[in-house]
C-alpha cells in the first residue's frame, strides 16, 4: 500500500508541475502514450498464451469504460492542475457514495445499516464542501465531483472485466483506444480550451529541466505502478484495512503540497474533509456477508 501511496502523490505533484507548461488534453496523451507503452512491453515479455489472449471476442463494453475513463480522467488532471490539491483528493473519496447510487440503479443492491450510516455521513461532508467552501468556484467543484462519478463508473466496469481476463489485457486495449482519441483532442481542440497557467514552482530550487523532466516520469511510471501495487494490496487485506490506509492520501497530499509547493489547503476544508473521511471509515466496516457492500476506491487518474 505504500508503493500505492507514494504514486499516487508523485501523480498529483507532477499533474501540478507540468500544468504550467502542457494543456489538460497534451499531460493526459502524454500519460497515455507512456502507459500503452509500459503495457505492452509487460505482455510482449510475457507468455505467448498471455499475448493471443489480449484481443477479447467483444469490443463493445472496453470501448465505452475506456471513452468514460478518457472523460473522467480529463476532469480529474484539470481539478489537480487547478483546485488546491487537498481538496481534490478529499473529493475523489465520495467515490463509495457514486458507488452505491450505480449498484442501487444496475444490481437493485442495497447497502446494509453500517453502510448507510457512513454514506450519509460522507454525503453530508460532501454538501459541507459544496455549499461552505467559498474559496472555490462551485462550477469548479462540480467538475471534480463529476471526474469521481465518472471514474467509479469505469472502476466497476473493471471489476467486470477482470473477472473475465487479466487486468494488464485490460489495461493495454484500454490506452490502446485512448490513444487515437486523444490525438484527435489535440489536433481539433483550441488551445485556449485549456491554456496552461503560470507554471507551479518549487519552493526550493530547482533546475527547471530537471523537474519537467522528473514530473514526465512520474506521471507515466506512477500511473501504472499505483494500479499494480492497489490490485496487490487487495489481496493481502481487508477493505477496512485498505480504507484506513488509503485515507493516509489527504494528510500526506496535504504536507506534500506544503512542503513542496507551498500550498495551504483552505481553512474551509477541515471540518468537511474530516467529515468525508469519517463516512468513508464507517461505510467500510466489516459487515456480515449477505449484506455486505465493498465500496469501490474510485477517482484515480
Known amino acids: 500500500m505504500s508503493a ?9 505533484l507532477s499533474i501540478r508541475l507540468l500544468s504550467g507548461y502542457l494543456t489538460i488534453i497534451e499531460i493526459g496523451l502524454l500519460r497515455s502514450v507512456g502507459s500503452l507503452a509500459i503495457a505492452g512491453a509487460a505482455v510482449w515479455a510475457g507468455e505467448a498464451e498471455q499475448r493471443r489472449n489480449v484481443l477479447p471476442p467483444k469490443l463493445r463494453e472496453d470501448v465505452v469504460r475506456s471513452v468514460l ?15 488546491p490539491l487537498a481538496l481534490v483528493t478529499t473529493i475523489e473519496f465520495s467515490g463509495p457514495l457514486f458507488a452505491a447510487i450505480l449498484l442501487f440503479l444496475v444490481l437493485r443492491r442495497r447497502p446494509g445499516i453500517g453502510a448507510a450510516l457512513g454514506l ?7 454538501g459541507l464542501l459544496v455549499f461552505r467552501l467559498d474559496a472555490v468556484p462551485d462550477h469548479d467543484l462540480a467538475i471534480a465531483i463529476g471526474a469521481v462519478a465518472i471514474l467509479t463508473t469505469t472502476n466497476l466496469m473493471l471489476a467486470r472485466l477482470a473477472a473475465q481476463r487479466s487486468t494488464l489485457s485490460i489495461v493495454l486495449l484500454m490506452h490502446a ?17 485549456s491554456p496552461p497557467p503560470q507554471p507551479y514552482r518549487l519552493a526550493f530550487d530547482i533546475p527547471e529541466l530537471a523537474v519537467i523532466g522528473g ?11 499505483s494500479q499494480a501495487a492497489l490490485a496487490n494490496a487487495s489481496r ?9 490506509a488509503d485515507t493516509l492520501r489527504v494528510p500526506l497530499i496535504t504536507l506534500a503540497a506544503y512542503l513542496l509547493l507551498a500550498e495551504l489547503p483552505p481553512a474551509e476544508l477541515l471540518l468537511p474533509g474530516l467529515w468525508v473521511l469519517c463516512g468513508v471509515v464507517i461505510t467500510s466496516l466489516p459487515v456480515a456477508a449477505g449484506g455486505k457492500l465493498r465500496p469501490e476506491q474510485a477517482g484515480r487518474a
Open 177 to 193: 483506444i485512448q490513444l487515437p482519441l486523444y490525438l484527435l483532442l489535440w489536433f481539433f481542440v483550441p488551445e485556449q480550451w
Open 236 to 244: 493481502h487485506a481487508t477493505p477496512l484495512q485498505l480504507c484506513s
Open 4 to 12: 500505492y501511496l507514494a504514486s499516487y502523490l508523485a501523480i498529483a
Open 120 to 126: 450519509a455521513v460522507l454525503a453530508t461532508g460532501i
Open 69 to 83: 475513463h478518457l472523460a473522467g480522467s480529463l476532469a480529474l488532471i484539470w481539478s489537480l492542475a487547478h483546485l
Open 215 to 225: 514530473a514526465v516520469l512520474a506521471l507515466i511510471v506512477g500511473g501504472f505502478v
